[in-house]
């Protein structure tokens, strides 16, 4: 065979496979939502986190080998609300025209799902992060369903070959979430109405969801680091009003929740917030069952 045909025959065969093993590229900028496109993409995609659990996402880097992986993603899911106002746009430079915004690779799951804090009148000169509202949404598993519709709807149509496999796929979790939903809003009775302290608003709409009540934040505002007299006067309310439970994300300090918890004998507690924020919190189901397991063992409700 002359050498140019055989060259000619070698690229046709290797481009065969190449062409149907492709994957869609999903960029997620918190693995929540890597974990919400797996299962709605299942083997169709292939998915990458910007952040892990043990990671602020408000503040990372946007470092080369995030740039890099932006570079190649056909669809970004992100929480939105300028969660990620500090890194994304930085890295949506080097990216391609679909995830921009308006783009139809550009999913900010916040714009799905009524915020809390939406309108307050803040002020951002004060180094408050949630001026949008608070971005940590997917606490709330309500949440979940109307973002995986987005996610279904946007995987159809960014690869159209596929877009039954992910509508088939989004009925199947829709109904497997729904009935694992009622099921954990059962178990959750008694968590009704118990107070707790929070870091940081991370966790608002969890609590929200399962009617408990925030009485204190260790954060003077959100976004601003506890101080020496905002600690002493939470320690005069909850001595006077104790709490029933404080509770922190795996990458939240540590400091002021231990030492408030010592002073007032309120259990510190640490939730996963996250997929791999503890052990056995390897998909969405998994981490609100650990969730729930946590504040059920140790809240004195
Ligand atoms: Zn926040």
Not at 11 to 16: E, I
Not at 39 to 52: L, M, N, P, Q, V
Not at 268 to 287: E, K, R, S, W
């Amino acid at each position: 065979m002359p050498r140019i045909l055989t060259i000619i025959v070698a690229g046709l065969l290797s481009a065969v496979p190449f062409t149907a093993m492709a994957q869609v590229n999903v960029f997620a900028c918190e693995p929540e939502w890597a974990a919400l496109a797996e299962e709605i993409g299942g083997a169709k995609i292939k998915t990458f986190s910007a952040t892990h659990a043990r990671q602020d996402p408000h503040y990372i880097r946007a470092r080369p080998s995030l740039i890099a992986k932006v570079r190649r993603a056909d669809l970004i899911i992100c929480s939105g609300a300028e969660l990620e106002v500090g890194w994304l746009p930085i890295l949506l430079q080097k990216a391609r025209p679909q995830v921009q915004p308006n783009g139809i690779g550009h999913l900010m799951a916040s714009q799905y799902v009524p915020l809390l804090g939406a309108g307050a009148n803040v002020d951002r000169s004060m180094g408050h992060v949630h001026a949008a509202g608070n971005p940590h949404i997917h606490l709330n598993p309500h949440h979940m369903v109307s973002i995986a519709a987005q996610v279904s709807d946007r995987l159809a149509k960014i690869d159209r070959a596929n877009a039954a496999h992910y509508q088939s796929r989004l009925q199947d979790f829709t109904q497997r979430w729904q009935q694992a939903l009622a099921q954990w809003e059962t178990r959750a009775t008694n968590l009704k109405g118990a107070q707790v302290v929070v870091h940081h608003s991370s966790l608002s709409y969890l609590i929200d969801w399962l009617q408990m009540r925030t009485v204190a934040s260790l954060e003077p505002k959100p976004g601003i680091p506890p101080t020496t007299s905002h600690l002493e006067s939470l320690l005069q309310q909850l001595n006077a009003a104790p709490a029933n439970l404080m509770l922190r994300t795996p990458y939240e300090p540590d400091t002021a929740s231990l030492w408030l918890s010592s002073k007032t004998n309120i259990p510190a507690v640490v939730l996963p917030y996250t997929i791999d924020g503890a052990a056995n919190t390897g998909d969405l189901f998994a981490l609100y069952e650990a969730t729930l397991a946590v504040l059920l063992d140790k809240c004195r409700c």
